[in-house]
Protein backbone atom coordinates (compact mmCIF):
# COMPACT_ATOMS: atom_id res chain seq x y z
CA UNK A 1 0.00 0.00 0.00
CA UNK A 2 1.48 3.36 -0.95
CA UNK A 3 0.75 6.26 1.49
CA UNK A 4 0.62 10.06 -0.15
CA UNK A 5 2.34 12.83 1.93
CA UNK A 6 1.93 16.54 0.25
CA UNK A 7 5.04 18.50 -0.06
CA UNK A 8 4.20 21.76 1.59
CA UNK A 9 6.84 25.08 1.06
CA UNK A 10 6.70 28.53 0.29
CA UNK A 11 9.88 28.89 -1.77
CA UNK A 12 10.91 25.34 -2.51
CA UNK A 13 10.15 22.24 -4.26
CA UNK A 14 10.34 19.78 -1.89
CA UNK A 15 9.37 17.19 -3.70
CA UNK A 16 12.38 17.86 -6.57
CA UNK A 17 14.72 18.33 -3.72
CA UNK A 18 13.66 15.06 -1.60
CA UNK A 19 12.47 12.94 -4.75
CA UNK A 20 15.96 11.55 -4.84
CA UNK A 21 16.23 10.49 -1.37
CA UNK A 22 12.04 9.04 -1.13
CA UNK A 23 12.98 6.67 -4.05
CA UNK A 24 14.34 3.45 -1.93
CA UNK A 25 10.86 4.40 0.33
CA UNK A 26 8.45 2.88 -2.60
CA UNK A 27 6.10 2.83 -0.23
CA UNK A 28 5.71 6.69 0.18
CA UNK A 29 4.77 8.80 -2.51
CA UNK A 30 5.58 12.73 -2.42
CA UNK A 31 3.26 14.84 -4.00
CA UNK A 32 2.99 18.81 -4.60
CA UNK A 33 -0.09 20.08 -3.77
CA UNK A 34 -0.96 20.61 -7.56
CA UNK A 35 -0.78 16.42 -7.57
CA UNK A 36 -3.01 15.94 -4.64
CA UNK A 37 -6.66 14.49 -6.38
CA UNK A 38 -8.61 14.14 -3.24
CA UNK A 39 -7.27 16.67 -0.63
CA UNK A 40 -9.68 14.73 2.16
CA UNK A 41 -7.55 11.38 1.63
CA UNK A 42 -3.81 13.43 2.36
CA UNK A 43 -3.18 12.63 6.28
CA UNK A 44 0.79 13.11 5.95
CA UNK A 45 2.76 16.22 4.78
CA UNK A 46 6.46 17.55 4.82
CA UNK A 47 6.68 21.04 5.36
CA UNK A 48 9.25 23.72 5.37
CA UNK A 49 7.62 27.29 5.56
CA UNK A 50 4.09 26.78 4.31
CA UNK A 51 2.77 29.29 2.46
CA UNK A 52 -0.33 31.17 5.14
CA UNK A 53 -2.99 28.79 2.88
CA UNK A 54 -1.18 25.54 2.67
CA UNK A 55 -3.82 23.91 4.97
CA UNK A 56 -7.00 25.12 3.78
CA UNK A 57 -7.59 22.16 1.31
CA UNK A 58 -5.84 19.86 3.90
CA UNK A 59 -8.53 19.43 6.31
CA UNK A 60 -7.63 15.51 7.31
CA UNK A 61 -3.87 16.73 8.03
CA UNK A 62 -2.81 14.59 11.00
CA UNK A 63 1.15 14.10 11.03
CA UNK A 64 3.11 17.47 9.78
CA UNK A 65 6.77 16.51 9.42
CA UNK A 66 9.26 19.37 9.15
CA UNK A 67 12.24 18.92 7.24
CA UNK A 68 14.22 21.12 9.02
CA UNK A 69 15.23 21.06 13.53
CA UNK A 70 13.37 24.20 14.05
CA UNK A 71 9.34 24.32 14.36
CA UNK A 72 9.12 28.08 15.44
CA UNK A 73 7.20 28.92 12.50
CA UNK A 74 5.55 25.84 12.20
CA UNK A 75 3.88 26.68 15.28
CA UNK A 76 3.39 30.04 14.68
CA UNK A 77 1.54 28.73 11.13
CA UNK A 78 -2.27 30.82 11.67
CA UNK A 79 -3.82 27.21 9.38
CA UNK A 80 -2.26 24.73 11.93
CA UNK A 81 -4.67 22.80 12.86
CA UNK A 82 -5.02 21.71 16.82
CA UNK A 83 -4.90 17.84 15.97
CA UNK A 84 -1.96 17.89 14.00
CA UNK A 85 0.48 15.90 15.46
CA UNK A 86 3.92 18.29 14.41
CA UNK A 87 7.36 16.59 14.35
CA UNK A 88 10.79 18.10 13.70
CA UNK A 89 13.76 16.56 11.94
CA UNK A 90 15.89 14.46 14.55
CA UNK A 91 18.72 13.66 12.35
CA UNK A 92 22.17 12.72 13.43
CA UNK A 93 24.22 13.85 10.12
CA UNK A 94 23.06 17.13 10.74
CA UNK A 95 23.89 17.42 14.30
CA UNK A 96 27.42 16.08 13.45
CA UNK A 97 27.66 18.88 10.68
CA UNK A 98 26.69 21.19 13.39
CA UNK A 99 29.46 19.97 15.68
CA UNK A 100 31.57 20.33 13.27
CA UNK A 101 30.91 24.01 12.12
CA UNK A 102 31.10 25.01 16.11
CA UNK A 103 34.31 23.21 16.55
CA UNK A 104 36.08 24.86 14.08
CA UNK A 105 35.25 28.36 15.01
CA UNK A 106 35.73 27.43 18.46
CA UNK A 107 39.44 26.30 17.94
CA UNK A 108 40.13 28.94 15.50
CA UNK A 109 39.46 31.94 17.96
CA UNK A 110 41.05 29.94 21.11
CA UNK A 111 44.18 29.14 19.38
CA UNK A 112 43.98 32.99 17.01
CA UNK A 113 43.81 30.68 13.57
CA UNK A 114 42.33 33.38 11.58
CA UNK A 115 45.37 35.53 12.23
CA UNK A 116 47.55 33.87 10.30
CA UNK A 117 47.20 34.57 6.68
CA UNK A 118 47.85 38.05 7.88
CA UNK A 119 51.26 36.85 9.24
CA UNK A 120 51.52 34.56 5.85
CA UNK A 121 51.11 37.86 3.76
CA UNK A 122 53.75 39.64 5.70
CA UNK A 123 56.28 36.62 6.11
CA UNK A 124 56.22 36.69 9.94
CA UNK A 125 56.53 33.29 11.52
CA UNK A 126 55.57 33.79 14.74
CA UNK A 127 53.20 31.10 16.80
CA UNK A 128 50.44 33.24 18.30
CA UNK A 129 48.63 30.62 20.96
CA UNK A 130 49.34 27.13 21.74
CA UNK A 131 47.70 27.05 24.85
CA UNK A 132 45.36 23.63 25.81
CA UNK A 133 41.85 23.60 25.68
CA UNK A 134 41.78 22.65 29.26
CA UNK A 135 42.18 26.41 30.09
CA UNK A 136 39.34 27.54 27.86
CA UNK A 137 35.70 27.16 28.84
CA UNK A 138 33.06 27.26 26.65
CA UNK A 139 29.11 27.27 27.07
CA UNK A 140 26.95 26.03 24.61
CA UNK A 141 22.62 27.28 25.13
CA UNK A 142 20.34 24.58 24.21
CA UNK A 143 20.89 21.20 25.08
CA UNK A 144 18.73 18.87 22.54
CA UNK A 145 19.81 17.27 19.67
CA UNK A 146 22.27 20.25 18.56
CA UNK A 147 23.30 21.20 21.64
CA UNK A 148 24.29 17.85 23.19
CA UNK A 149 26.54 16.96 19.70
CA UNK A 150 28.25 20.77 20.04
CA UNK A 151 28.79 20.61 23.66
CA UNK A 152 30.40 16.72 23.38
CA UNK A 153 32.25 16.88 20.69
CA UNK A 154 34.15 19.78 22.16
CA UNK A 155 34.42 18.29 25.61
CA UNK A 156 35.92 15.41 23.29
CA UNK A 157 38.97 17.78 22.65
CA UNK A 158 39.19 18.56 26.19
CA UNK A 159 37.12 21.91 26.40
CA UNK A 160 35.79 22.06 29.79
CA UNK A 161 31.83 22.65 28.20
CA UNK A 162 28.89 23.83 30.99
CA UNK A 163 25.55 23.67 29.10
CA UNK A 164 22.49 26.17 29.50
CA UNK A 165 18.85 24.98 28.88
CA UNK A 166 15.44 24.36 30.44
CA UNK A 167 16.52 22.13 32.96
CA UNK A 168 19.52 22.20 35.22
CA UNK A 169 21.18 18.87 35.49
CA UNK A 170 24.27 16.66 34.80
CA UNK A 171 24.93 14.43 31.53
CA UNK A 172 28.07 12.36 30.59
CA UNK A 173 29.99 15.07 33.23
CA UNK A 174 28.34 18.37 31.56
CA UNK A 175 26.98 20.21 34.03
CA UNK A 176 23.35 21.98 32.96
CA UNK A 177 22.56 25.24 34.26
CA UNK A 178 19.10 26.72 34.41
CA UNK A 179 17.28 30.07 34.65
CA UNK A 180 18.59 33.80 34.40
CA UNK A 181 20.82 32.95 37.14
CA UNK A 182 22.47 29.52 35.55
CA UNK A 183 22.81 31.49 31.91
CA UNK A 184 24.68 34.55 34.33
CA UNK A 185 26.65 31.67 35.66
CA UNK A 186 27.37 29.78 32.27
CA UNK A 187 28.42 32.75 30.31
CA UNK A 188 31.06 34.56 32.61
CA UNK A 189 33.49 32.39 32.35
CA UNK A 190 33.24 31.18 28.97
CA UNK A 191 35.76 31.87 26.07
CA UNK A 192 33.21 31.01 23.60
CA UNK A 193 29.32 31.00 23.94
CA UNK A 194 27.75 28.55 20.81
CA UNK A 195 23.85 28.99 20.59
CA UNK A 196 21.74 26.37 19.37
CA UNK A 197 18.64 27.05 21.54
CA UNK A 198 14.86 26.39 20.01
CA UNK A 199 13.10 29.22 19.14
CA UNK A 200 10.45 30.10 21.56
CA UNK A 201 8.71 33.25 23.85
CA UNK A 202 11.35 32.36 26.59
CA UNK A 203 14.16 32.35 23.93
CA UNK A 204 13.31 35.25 21.28
CA UNK A 205 15.77 37.75 21.58
CA UNK A 206 17.84 35.80 24.52
CA UNK A 207 21.11 37.86 23.07
CA UNK A 208 19.88 41.29 23.96
CA UNK A 209 22.38 43.91 25.56
CA UNK A 210 21.89 42.01 29.10
CA UNK A 211 23.25 38.96 28.01
CA UNK A 212 26.25 40.71 25.95
CA UNK A 213 26.90 41.81 29.57
CA UNK A 214 27.54 38.56 30.91
CA UNK A 215 29.78 37.87 28.13
CA UNK A 216 34.34 38.78 28.71
CA UNK A 217 35.55 40.90 26.87
CA UNK A 218 37.43 38.42 24.87
CA UNK A 219 34.57 35.69 24.20
CA UNK A 220 33.51 34.56 20.85
CA UNK A 221 29.58 34.29 20.41
CA UNK A 222 28.65 31.58 17.56
CA UNK A 223 24.80 32.27 16.48
CA UNK A 224 23.81 28.86 14.81
CA UNK A 225 20.08 28.75 16.50
CA UNK A 226 17.31 30.77 14.82
CA UNK A 227 17.64 34.56 13.76
CA UNK A 228 14.86 35.64 16.12
CA UNK A 229 17.47 34.88 19.20
CA UNK A 230 19.83 38.14 18.53
CA UNK A 231 18.92 41.27 18.91
CA UNK A 232 21.29 43.13 16.24
CA UNK A 233 21.65 46.40 17.21
CA UNK A 234 22.46 45.13 20.71
CA UNK A 235 25.01 43.11 19.02
CA UNK A 236 26.78 45.75 17.24
CA UNK A 237 26.79 48.33 20.03
CA UNK A 238 28.05 45.24 22.80
CA UNK A 239 30.96 44.57 20.20
CA UNK A 240 31.71 48.43 19.75
CA UNK A 241 31.76 48.64 23.53
CA UNK A 242 34.17 45.61 23.54
CA UNK A 243 31.99 42.44 24.84
CA UNK A 244 32.28 40.03 23.44
CA UNK A 245 35.20 40.28 21.47
CA UNK A 246 34.45 38.96 18.19
CA UNK A 247 30.37 37.12 17.12
CA UNK A 248 30.58 34.40 14.15
CA UNK A 249 26.66 34.48 12.81
CA UNK A 250 25.21 31.85 10.66
CA UNK A 251 21.16 32.63 11.14
CA UNK A 252 19.94 36.16 11.11
CA UNK A 253 16.53 37.47 11.33
CA UNK A 254 16.02 38.31 7.76
CA UNK A 255 17.45 35.95 5.18
CA UNK A 256 19.24 36.33 3.10
CA UNK A 257 21.01 39.27 5.05
CA UNK A 258 20.23 42.45 3.19
CA UNK A 259 23.44 44.02 1.55
CA UNK A 260 22.62 46.92 3.39
CA UNK A 261 22.94 45.20 6.98
CA UNK A 262 25.68 46.88 8.70
CA UNK A 263 26.76 43.36 10.03
CA UNK A 264 28.38 42.88 6.83
CA UNK A 265 31.27 44.85 7.41
CA UNK A 266 31.31 45.08 11.09
CA UNK A 267 34.81 44.37 11.67
CA UNK A 268 34.06 41.80 14.63
CA UNK A 269 31.54 39.81 13.06
CA UNK A 270 32.04 36.96 10.59
CA UNK A 271 28.69 36.32 8.99
CA UNK A 272 28.34 32.97 6.82
CA UNK A 273 25.10 32.07 4.90
CA UNK A 274 23.44 29.84 7.06
CA UNK A 275 25.36 26.80 5.93
CA UNK A 276 26.15 25.12 9.53
CA UNK A 277 24.02 21.87 8.72
CA UNK A 278 21.69 20.20 6.03
CA UNK A 279 20.42 17.24 6.06
CA UNK A 280 21.21 14.95 3.13
CA UNK A 281 17.69 14.37 0.82
CA UNK A 282 18.39 10.54 1.65
CA UNK A 283 18.36 11.41 5.82
CA UNK A 284 15.45 13.34 5.60
CA UNK A 285 13.27 10.17 3.70
CA UNK A 286 14.75 8.00 6.92
CA UNK A 287 14.17 10.29 9.29
CA UNK A 288 10.27 10.75 7.69
CA UNK A 289 9.37 7.46 6.25
CA UNK A 290 11.14 5.79 9.76
CA UNK A 291 8.52 8.43 11.86
CA UNK A 292 5.54 7.59 8.91
CA UNK A 293 6.13 3.88 10.48
CA UNK A 294 5.58 4.44 13.76
CA UNK A 295 3.16 6.92 13.62
CA UNK A 296 1.30 4.40 11.73
CA UNK A 297 1.69 1.43 14.62
CA UNK A 298 0.78 3.86 17.27
CA UNK A 299 4.20 4.10 18.70
CA UNK A 300 6.26 7.54 19.90
CA UNK A 301 7.76 9.22 17.28
CA UNK A 302 11.56 10.84 17.43
CA UNK A 303 10.95 14.68 17.36
CA UNK A 304 7.90 15.04 18.55
CA UNK A 305 6.85 18.89 19.47
CA UNK A 306 5.24 19.49 22.80
CA UNK A 307 3.47 22.26 21.67
CA UNK A 308 3.77 23.48 25.38
CA UNK A 309 7.02 24.25 24.98
CA UNK A 310 7.57 25.17 21.36
CA UNK A 311 10.31 22.04 20.82
Known sequence: MTTDV?????????KALYAEGFARHTDLRLLTPDEVADPSAVEI????????DAFERFHALKLLHSVGAGVDGLLKHPGLLPEMAVVRMVNPEQARMMAGFA????????????????LQARRHWEVLDASPASGFPVAVLGW???GRACGEALAGLGYPVTAWAGTAREEAGIRILA???GLAEALRPARAIVNVLPLTEATRCILDDV???????????????RGGHLVEPDLIAALDAGRPGMAAL????????PPES???????IRVTPHCASESSPEAVADAVAANIVRWQAGEPMTGLVDRGRGY
Open 211 to 225: TFGYMRPDALLVQLG
Open 45 to 52: AIAFNPPP
Open 179 to 181: GED
Open 262 to 268: PLWSHPR
Open 6 to 14: VCLCTHHDL
Open 250 to 257: DVMETEPL
Open 103 to 118: VWHVVSWHRRLWEYPA
Open 144 to 146: GNM
